[in-house]
Nanobody, 121 residues
């Protein structure tokens, strides 16, 4: 069984920084893309950033230049460094990973439980 466990959310003032972490554990043969999504109240879940197994990154326009996604392949962990945070970044942030549990298994998308990020003075 695969689990994604997130950490690092919290309350921060506008202009501040936070770093989110997401560790994948369990039965893992390989991990393809890992990423972060967010969902604000009353809005749909949206992609924030993702990173492929080869290290290519992709960012939502709203976070380019402020957020940085990175990955520790040995630890099956993805990070999201969030700088210059704005009130509109307030949301529940979810980790997502495309994981192949076993050699003979097809890859599936797995989600973390979500971590709240609140940007407010």
């Amino acid at each position: 069984q695969v689990q994604l466990v997130e950490s690092g959310g919290g309350l921060v003032q506008p202009g501040g920084s936070l770093r989110l972490s997401c560790a994948a554990s369990g039965s893992i043969f390989s991990i393809n893309t890992m990423g972060w999504y967010r969902q604000a109240p009353g809005k749909e879940r949206e992609l924030v950033a993702d990173i492929t197994s080869g290290g290519s990154t992709n960012y939502a326009d709203s976070v380019k230049g402020r957020f940085t996604i990175s990955r520790d392949y040995a630890k099956n962990t993805v990070y999201l460094q969030m700088n210059t945070l704005k009130p509109e970044d307030t949301a529940v942030y979810y980790c997502n990973a495309d994981i192949q549990p076993r050699l003979w298994s097809a890859p599936s998308h797995y989600w973390g439980q979500g971590t709240q990020v609140t940007v407010s003075s």
